[in-house]
């Protein structure tokens, strides 16, 4: 099948078309500063009408059969890819407030295919629906009942594409039946998210309520005192803030300066006391949430790297790795060197886990998962 997977953002566009039996990717692009005026689309429609316009040769020669976008956020509903219809497209309207960034960007997307294309299949595929098997002890927050009741305030998780996408490859790497496998999956990119899987399901994950909690990340600060967003209420900042100072300006970038890894590497190895406080902090807390879902999964049979950082960062993995000898992790030197785009052991043959690295690939994932679900509608 040829599949248009969309990623709408609040101000861009990112597509890919794939096709699922040759997995090519046929064309991709960015459509970024939309409705920021200046040269950029007005909107998502605008942006939509560029985007079939460069695609306009492709799809005359072999049209779509199918569009997969994907949502953010598909609250305690959506478990699973679903085919997409205007019932679908206001229940995931209905969840903005959890997502006010995203989820309106992915509404504005499909609306836009369906007034261009009214009879193409369309499929939602969520990036919390992965983590909809998590038991209630780990999706509660300790808060009054009343939050979860009225606000729907809970862990959610995030990345759940790309943690199931990995899991699935992971399991194949080792021939673990998926069922039996027990994993962490690390996923370190400019976001960063840890999974906890028993029996091939995600049981835990670091994101909660907003993709801010959990690790250290690029530019989000991840678990801090809440109280520390109390204090700096009345020392006068506002709540959008605070937003900005927690999403935007902390974690690595805050740290550092850079949020780009291969400069914080450069940096602490050219002797950058800062950067490597900055890797310090963000390897030891890793190190900490690893140990924990290692308990939580009750042994996992694999530590996996993905992601920018986890698929081609070998120093911050060995860094990583060096914090967990308790565990009896051991990496094979040479293999965490190697640069592949290959699933890959990178652990020593008497490590106690073999640890992983898994390349993911979302626009791949959702380009498999829309056509599963339009050959099934
Ligand atoms: P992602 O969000 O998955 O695209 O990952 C982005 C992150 O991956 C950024 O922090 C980059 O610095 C990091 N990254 C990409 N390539 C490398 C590399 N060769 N070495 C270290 N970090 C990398």
Not at 298 to 325: K, M, P, Q, W, Y
């Amino acid at each position: 099948m040829r599949v248009l997977v969309i990623n709408s953002g609040s101000s861009s566009l990112k597509y890919q078309v794939r096709d699922t039996d040759t997995n090519e990717v046929a064309a991709s692009g960015l459509i970024d500063r939309i409705g920021e005026g200046g040269s950029g689309p007005a909107d998502h429609g605008e942006a939509m009408d560029q985007v079939a316009a460069v695609l306009e040769g492709e799809l005359a020669a072999r049209p779509l059969d199918a569009v997969g976008h994907r949502v953010v956020h598909g609250g305690e509903r959506f478990s699973e890819p679903v085919l997409i219809n205007n019932e679908i497209t206001r229940a995931i309207e209905r969840l903005n407030p959890l997502a006010p960034l995203h989820n309106p960007a992915n509404v504005l997307g499909i609306r836009a295919i369906t007034a261009k294309w009214p009879d193409m299949p369309q499929v939602a595929v969520f990036d919390t629906a992965f983590h909809r098997t998590l038991p209630e002890h780990a999706w509660r927050y300790a808060v009054p009942d009343a939050l979860y009741r009225q606000y729907g305030i809970r862990r959610y998780g995030f990345h759940g594409t790309s943690h199931e996408f990995v899991t699935g490859r992971a399991a194949a790497l080792l021939d673990v039946p998926l069922d039996e496998f027990n994993a962490v999956i690390c996923h370190l990119g400019n976001g960063v998210s840890l999974t906890a899987i028993e029996g091939g399901a995600s049981i835990d994950t670091s994101m909660g309520f907003t993709p801010l909690e959990g690790l250290v990340m690029g530019t989000r600060s991840g678990d801090i005192d809440p109280s520390i967003l109390i204090f700096l209420q009345r020392q006068g900042m506002s709540a959008d803030d605070i937003d900005k100072l927690l999403n935007r300006e902390s974690g690595l970038k805050g740290l550092y300066g850079d949020n780009d890894m291969r400069a914080i590497v450069d940096a602490a190895a050219a002797g950058d006391a800062r950067a490597k406080l900055a890797l310090d902090i963000a390897s030891y807390r890793l190190a900490k949430y690893i140990g924990g879902y290692h308990v939580a999964v009750g042994g996992a049979h694999a530590l996996v790297f993905t992601a920018g950082i986890g698929e081609n960062s070998a120093d911050f993995r060995a860094l990583v790795a060096s914090r967990l000898g308790a565990l009896g992790v051991k990496l094979d030197g040479g293999a965490n060197l190697v640069r592949s785009s290959a699933p890959r052991v990178v652990s020593a043959p008497d490590s106690a886990i073999p640890v992983l690295v898994v390349p993911t690939d979302e626009e791949q994932a959702i380009a498999e998962a829309t056509a599963a679900v339009v050959r099934g509608a």
